[in-house]
């Protein structure tokens, strides 16, 4: 019973060095840069500036099957699955377009530009530059799945709808965390706001 609790001490240590790791990395990571230019009780209105992004689109529906696939593939683009097998340092938000191809996102750091890139090794993986956009923003904590960004997106438009502001059909989830991280978890939904 000893050699037990010995056991399960040392997984407890082990688990609070990841989760603190990971917590501290986190803090240093580039972010998608936005301005809020106004908070509501439940969502905010922000304006992103443009940035670059490497993206794959995916046929696959759903949060699952699309973001592992599509974070595994971009993933290994920028730990060197490139013509030049260069490290391009890891971006936050992971962002994937919620239409009927979804594609996700990986933002370029603002010291890269498209003409210093490497190419990809693999095919599907492109490179968009994302305009200035206004856009209104929900957040949610926990594990993301299709349910609750299901539910992000039905909480957001009824509080754009009853707040009177149009909105256009052009949904994006964004992911802040990698998947072993457990604490302080951040999912956000936005969607792009109709011009003013």
């Known amino acids: 019973m000893k050699i037990l609790f010995i056991l399960l001490g040392i997984a407890l240590l082990i688990f609070l060095v990841i989760q603190f790791y990971t917590?501290?990395?986190?803090r240093d990571i580039e972010t998608y840069a936005y301005d809020v230019e106004k908070k509501f009780e439940d969502f905010e209105i922000r304006?992103?500036?443009?940035?670059?992004?490497?993206?794959?689109?995916?046929?696959?529906?759903?949060?699952r099957n699309v973001s592992g696939k599509g974070f595994s593939m971009l993933a290994g683009y920028i730990?060197?699955?490139?013509?030049?097998e260069e490290k391009i340092a890891?971006?936050?938000?992971?962002?994937?377009?919620?239409?009927?191809?979804?594609?996700?996102?990986?933002?370029?750091p603002k010291k890269k530009t498209l003409?210093?890139?490497p190419k990809p090794n693999q095919a599907g993986i492109e490179?968009?530059?994302?305009?200035?956009?206004?856009?209104?923003?929900?957040?949610s904590g926990g594990w993301a799945n299709d349910k609750k960004i299901a539910a992000m997106k039905v909480r957001l438009i009824a509080a754009l709808d009853?707040?009177?502001?149009?909105?256009?059909?052009?949904?994006?989830?964004?992911?802040?965390?990698p998947p072993y991280e457990v604490f302080?978890?951040?999912?956000?939904?936005?969607?792009?706001?109709?011009p003013q």
């Open 23 to 26: 917590w501290r990395s986190q």
């Open 47 to 63: 304006r992103y500036e443009a940035s670059l992004f490497s993206s794959v689109s995916l046929k696959d529906t759903g949060y």
């Open 79 to 84: 730990f060197g699955g490139n013509d030049k």
């Open 90 to 108: 890891m971006t936050s938000p992971v962002a994937i377009s919620l239409d009927d191809t979804m594609r996700v996102m990986f933002m370029v």
């Open 115 to 117: 003409a210093s890139l």
């Open 127 to 139: 490179f968009v530059e994302e305009p200035e956009k206004r856009v209104a923003a929900v957040t």
């Open 162 to 177: 009853a707040a009177g502001i149009a909105w256009l059909p052009k949904f994006y989830f964004l992911g802040y965390n």
């Open 184 to 194: 302080n978890r951040k999912n956000e939904l936005i969607v792009e706001l109709a």
